[in-house]
């Protein structure tokens, strides 16, 4: 049977958090393995209100098939949310996906050959690196440094003929790390100067709780460029939600795409979530999981103070859903795994967000879906696990 498969399915593997996500099924196991929002915060008195209003009005129109750009009125509030940030986007040049990941699936489509080399951080946001290897690129990577990319890897890589840069500068997944406000205008030069696409991913971006906002490197570019969103972090990530804004040309593309994908979005799904924005404070909730979020960081930050041995360091994010450690070198975080299972406690290793393989002593830790006294057990957990390694 394996002759029967395209060339293309021995180069992509199963999601290595998604299998990971399997093991911590387990109700002992503390997890900070998944990227998973905290289901605490979910809005569900008030998406039930929004369905129910949703099919006692529009019921049947809920349920027909759509546009493949997407519920207009949607559209023209995610506009107007980003004119609140200080970005002004055309309702027209927003594309509604099926989650963020399906931005990613289709610009692949769109952009990738064979060989056309993809600039990625290092390390890179998995679920981009899954979706881009399908189509065989050449993954160059960068080193993401405290205040963003290394500006000298960036530059010769577009100079080696760099057909595009996905990045996400905004509590990046996995370290947590952001771009300061000088390393975006030096990178939108820098695109500018060489031509290279830029796809922005900016799910993480209304998740701040410490420092000042900053605007999006898209905001700096004159040349092409996308700018991803998502409702998954702020509002439901089961309704499988976001969007993608571009200039026409791309754009047109870009629904060709999505055409030959799922035809559109969930048309129900849509109408919910625009009730639900229509008659609900969204930025009251936003504020909410940035309160709550910060709480969680400041904890787990304290616990790995307090737990972890000498010699293990982490990342500061102002933001976001993850900080990332790194062990003493000669540490092996897959070999800290299967230990830390035993004790009860799970993470991702962080070798998986390293196209070339390295990053063997890292590890990606997420603090949205545990509340402070889980977090305490688990970092103790951890300490030990680490402490054992040590040994």
């Given at each position: 049977m394996s002759d029967k498969f395209a060339r293309r399915m021995g180069t992509v593997h199963r999601s290595f958090i998604r299998e990971i996500l399997k093991v911590t099924a387990d109700p002992e196991i503390i997890s900070f393995?998944?990227?998973?929002?905290?289901?605490?915060?979910?809005?569900?008195?008030?998406?039930?209100k929004a369905?129910?209003?949703?099919?006692?009005?529009?019921?049947?129109?809920?349920?027909?098939?759509s546009t493949t750009e997407g519920d207009a009125g949607l559209r023209a509030i995610i506009a107007k949310r980003y004119e609140k940030r200080g970005l002004a986007v055309d309702p027209d040049s927003i594309l509604v996906t099926t989650g963020s990941q399906q931005i990613l699936d289709i610009c692949a489509k769109v952009f990738l050959d064979r060989g056309d080399k993809v600039v990625i951080e290092r390390p890179g946001?998995?679920?981009?690196?899954?979706?881009?290897?399908?189509?065989?690129?050449?993954?160059?990577?960068?080193s993401l440094e405290d205040d963003g990319p290394n500006l000298e890897e960036l530059e010769a890589?577009?100079?080696d003929g760099a057909k595009c840069f996905y990045a996400v500068p905004n509590f990046q997944n996995p370290s947590g790390v952001s771009y300061s406000l000088e390393k975006r205008r030096q990178v939108a030069e820098l695109l500018d100067r060489y031509g290279v696409l830029f796809v922005e991913d900016d799910p993480y971006g209304e998740l701040r709780f410490m420092g000042d906002d900053l605007p999006s490197v898209y905001s700096f570019c004159k040349g092409e460029s996308?700018?991803?969103?998502?409702?998954?972090?702020?509002?439901?990530?089961?309704?499988?939600?976001g969007w993608v804004v571009a200039g026409k040309v791309v754009y047109d593309k870009l629904v060709i795409a999505k055409q030959a994908s799922d035809l559109h979005t969930s048309t129900v799904s849509q109408a919910i979530m625009r009730r639900y924005l229509e008659t609900n404070d969204i930025e009251a909730h936003v504020?909410?999981?940035?309160e709550r979020y910060g709480r969680q960081r400041e904890a787990m930050v304290e616990m790995i103070g307090r737990y972890f041995p000498e010699g293990v360091t982490i990342t500061a994010p102002e933001g976001g859903m993850f900080l990332w450690a790194t062990l003493p070198e000669n540490v092996s975080a897959m070999d800290l795994f299967d230990i830390a299972i035993k004790d009860k406690v799970a993470f991702v290793p962080g070798s998986p967000f390293y196209v070339d393989g390295s990053g063997e002593n890292t590890l990606r830790l997420n603090f949205s879906n545990s509340d402070e006294a889980r977090i305490?057990?688990?970092i103790k957990r951890l300490g030990k696990s680490i402490a054992t390694m040590l040994k």
């Amino acid at each position: 049977m394996s002759d029967k498969f395209a060339r293309r399915m021995g180069t992509v593997h199963r999601s290595f958090i998604r299998e990971i996500l399997k093991v911590t099924a387990d109700p002992e196991i503390i997890s900070f393995a998944g990227g998973l929002p905290n289901p605490e915060l979910f809005p569900v008195s008030a998406m039930d209100k929004a369905s129910r209003e949703v099919f006692a009005e529009i019921g049947s129109s809920a349920l027909q098939y759509s546009t493949t750009e997407g519920d207009a009125g949607l559209r023209a509030i995610i506009a107007k949310r980003y004119e609140k940030r200080g970005l002004a986007v055309d309702p027209d040049s927003i594309l509604v996906t099926t989650g963020s990941q399906q931005i990613l699936d289709i610009c692949a489509k769109v952009f990738l050959d064979r060989g056309d080399k993809v600039v990625i951080e290092r390390p890179g946001y998995l679920g981009a690196i899954q979706a881009f290897s399908f189509f065989e690129p050449e993954f160059v990577t960068v080193s993401l440094e405290d205040d963003g990319p290394n500006l000298e890897e960036l530059e010769a890589a577009f100079k080696d003929g760099a057909k595009c840069f996905y990045a996400v500068p905004n509590f990046q997944n996995p370290s947590g790390v952001s771009y300061s406000l000088e390393k975006r205008r030096q990178v939108a030069e820098l695109l500018d100067r060489y031509g290279v696409l830029f796809v922005e991913d900016d799910p993480y971006g209304e998740l701040r709780f410490m420092g000042d906002d900053l605007p999006s490197v898209y905001s700096f570019c004159k040349g092409e460029s996308l700018l991803c969103g998502s409702f998954s972090k702020i509002a439901a990530p089961g309704f499988r939600l976001g969007w993608v804004v571009a200039g026409k040309v791309v754009y047109d593309k870009l629904v060709i795409a999505k055409q030959a994908s799922d035809l559109h979005t969930s048309t129900v799904s849509q109408a919910i979530m625009r009730r639900y924005l229509e008659t609900n404070d969204i930025e009251a909730h936003v504020s909410l999981i940035r309160e709550r979020y910060g709480r969680q960081r400041e904890a787990m930050v304290e616990m790995i103070g307090r737990y972890f041995p000498e010699g293990v360091t982490i990342t500061a994010p102002e933001g976001g859903m993850f900080l990332w450690a790194t062990l003493p070198e000669n540490v092996s975080a897959m070999d800290l795994f299967d230990i830390a299972i035993k004790d009860k406690v799970a993470f991702v290793p962080g070798s998986p967000f390293y196209v070339d393989g390295s990053g063997e002593n890292t590890l990606r830790l997420n603090f949205s879906n545990s509340d402070e006294a889980r977090i305490e057990e688990g970092i103790k957990r951890l300490g030990k696990s680490i402490a054992t390694m040590l040994k």
